[in-house]
């Protein structure tokens, strides 16, 4: 079956923009998570959605960052006003059995 | 918090050798699970292989096995007869139980010399 599904691939915005990152999950997952990995290092947990629970954002930077996920489908990761640090690659993963995560190509993201 | 060290930011193998990369972490829990991601130069995230903490048996597949010791702390993964499609950035991670976020180690680089 499909995999998870990333958009865009690539994004290049201007400092201060606002970008929206897309999710699809594989389907049936119920679980849907968003991580970031900026350049050479590992991967940042950012937030984490479980069915209808209410989402754990512990991994959220700052108040610029939000997420939404419809259902058990889509995810929309938001970055508003951007700045150049928020340049990196974000990787979306979904999960079936509350073990093993699986990646989407991820967007990578710069910011000028 | 639970923390996850890999002390080997790059390794070198020649192809059809083996190799192991390393890993170590921090956790209070008794019940948790450790992987072993491949990231190529494509970006995508790759699941190589999962343990269970509970499980004493070690994960194998195919090539890639690990050696988990549970009171050390330890998680390395071997891979046996070394393929030129095995050069990538490895990571090694741990979740709790139960859909949990996944904490990553730093990676290593593994370069495949033919």
């Known amino acids: 079956g499909a995999g998870v599904s990333q958009s865009p691939s690539n994004k290049v915005t201007e400092k201060g923009k606002d970008v929206e990152l897309r999710c699809d999950p594989i389907?049936?997952?119920?679980?849907l998570y968003w991580y970031r990995q900026r350049l050479g290092q590992g991967l940042e947990f950012l937030i984490y959605f479980q069915g209808n629970s209410a989402p754990d954002k512990s991994g959220l930077p700052s108040d610029r960052f939000s997420a939404e996920r419809t259902g058990e489908s889509v995810s929309t990761l938001t970055i508003q006003r951007t700045q150049q640090e928020d340049s990196a690659v974000y990787l979306c993963?979904?999960?079936?059995?509350?073990?093993?995560?699986?990646f989407g190509p991820g967007t990578r993201l710069t910011v000028l | 918090a639970q923390t996850v060290t890999q002390s080997q930011p790059e390794m070198s193998v020649q192809e059809a050798e083996t190799v192991t990369l390393s890993c170590t972490y921090d956790?209070?829990?008794?019940?948790?699970?450790l992987f072993w991601y491949k990231q190529p130069p494509s970006r995508q995230m790759i699941l190589v292989i999962r343990q269970e903490a509970y499980k004493q048996q070690n994960a194998t597949e195919n090539r890639f096995s690990v050696n988990f010791q549970k009171a050390a702390k330890s998680f390395s993964l071997k891979i046996s007869d070394s393929q030129l499609g095995d050069a990538a950035m490895y990571f090694c991670a741990y979740s709790r139980q139960g859909a949990q976020k996944l904490v990553f180690g730093q990676g290593t680089r593994l370069t495949i010399n033919p």
């Open positions: 389907s049936g997952h119920t679980a």
């Open positions: 956790t209070s829990e008794s019940d948790y699970y």
């Open positions: 993963a979904s999960s079936s059995d509350l073990s093993a995560q699986y």
